[in-house]
């Protein structure tokens, strides 16, 4: 049974009513009250009262991280400060965060979606959710904290780091479920082994995870070396956070809510958009925010869309795992090459760690993959013939199932930093242009 089969469950006729009602409220809210869409719109020739099918969806302008940027901190505040009652923010890489606003309203929807996600994991009121996301301007920490209370299970908010204590408090406290990111799911279980726990004994049994892309593969692993089930939250900043969308018990794919966000997919280069099924850019728009709402958001991540009956009843829309972002594919020699794929390869080698990292460079015109990988501790004892021919396995593995050389350098136990949030995989060396 779902969290609210009423919006869960929706029949096709309802659920586009609603989607439509909505979209219309949008754009009408941002036309009256943000100049920039105002101009947007303008510009695009269309007016609110234009939007009488979900298909004019595809006549509005599109919004992209950059306007946000352009506007910061609080330029594309849709209300008056006075009714914003949170920001949050994304860490951005480069240049300035982007701002996440909120009315109360607004974080009582946004309770709700992470309620949804989490109960669809699994996640009853007798449970112990074990909150290890940062907290803070960071939309992970205070997203689950908030799900989680109003689903009514005792949260218990650790925030992310300090791994021993965390795993104290996990063993003490009789943690039942761990939310965090699952490059920091690996760290804790990699932790606890060298504590000499075995969190297998523990009552954990269930794991929530997100903010960043894992293979299935990488999931197995987890499950496999915490003792649990792990599902998926996906979420964005712009979108509001973690509950854009989440798996559910057949653990194929994840349900957007629907009811709060209207997805398409794009041609990441043309913009057009794809038919159902096609793989490409995910563009969100809000349907019930009010602090910030987006239109046509283009998220860079890279998953496709499918309309088709769920085992577990809930009729909400599905998208792929998300496979990398449009910024994080590399281009090597020609070839586009996306992280996700170079990790479902290496965890089916036995011999090394789940523990990777990218490096891109340029060596005159061409481009070069280094992949930096550890090796597990036996390898590494079985001195360096051993090492290099596993070397050669992984670079023939990656020639044969991406089409590229790679070099492959097989590193010493526990040398790539371990994440605490949101892992860096990548390293691109390539002068920008
Ligand atoms: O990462 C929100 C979040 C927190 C989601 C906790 C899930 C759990 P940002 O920091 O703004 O917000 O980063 C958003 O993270 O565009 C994706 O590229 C990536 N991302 C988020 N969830 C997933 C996921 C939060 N389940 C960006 N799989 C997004 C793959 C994800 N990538």
Known sequence: MPWDDKFECMGEEERERFQLERLRDTVRWIHERVPFYRRRLQEAGVSPDDIRSLDDLHRLPFTVKNDLRDHYPFGLCAVPMADVVRVHASSGTTGKPITGLYTAKDLDRWAECMARALWSAGVRPDDILQDAHGYGLFTGGLGFLQGATKLGCTVVPTS??????????????????????????LTIAERAQEM????????????????????????????????????????????????????????????????????????????????????????????????????????????????????????????????????DMLIISGVNVFPSQIESLLLDIPEVEPQYVLVVRKKGYLDQLIVQ???????????????????????????????????????????????????????DERPKD
């Open 373 to 427: 990988v550890e090796g597990k501790k036996e390898v590494y004892e079985a001195g360096s013939e051993k090492r290099a021919e596993v070397e050669q396995k992984i670079a023939r593995h990656i020639r044969e199932i991406v089409g590229i050389g790679a070099q492959v350098h097989l590193m010493d136990p526990k040398t790539i930093a371990r994440s605490e949030g949101k892992a860096k995989r990548v390293i």
């Open 160 to 185: 992310s780091g300090q791994t021993e204590r965390q795993i104290m408090l996990m063993r003490d406290f009789g943690t039942t479920v761990l939310c965090c990111t699952p490059s920091y799911a």
């Open 196 to 327: 000499d726990l075995e969190v297998r004994s523990f009552r954990l049994r269930l794991g929530v995870f997100g903010a960043e892309p894992w293979t299935v593969a990488m999931r197995q692993e987890i499950e496999q070396r915490l003792g649990i089930e792990a599902h998926e939250v996906y979420g964005l900043t712009e979108m509001g956070g973690p509950g854009t969308a989440f798996s559910c018990e057949a653990q194929d794919g994840l349900h957007i809510n629907e009811d709060h966000f209207l997805p398409e997919i794009v041609d990441p280069v043309s913009l057009e958009p794809l038919p159902m099924g096609e793989r490409g850019e995910l563009v969100l728009t809000s349907l019930q925010k009010e602090a910030l709402p987006l239109i046509r958001f283009r998220t860079r991540d890279i998953t496709r869309l499918r309309r088709e009956p769920c085992p577990c009843g809930r009729t909400l829309i599905k998208m792929d795992k998300v496979s990398g972002r449009t910024d």
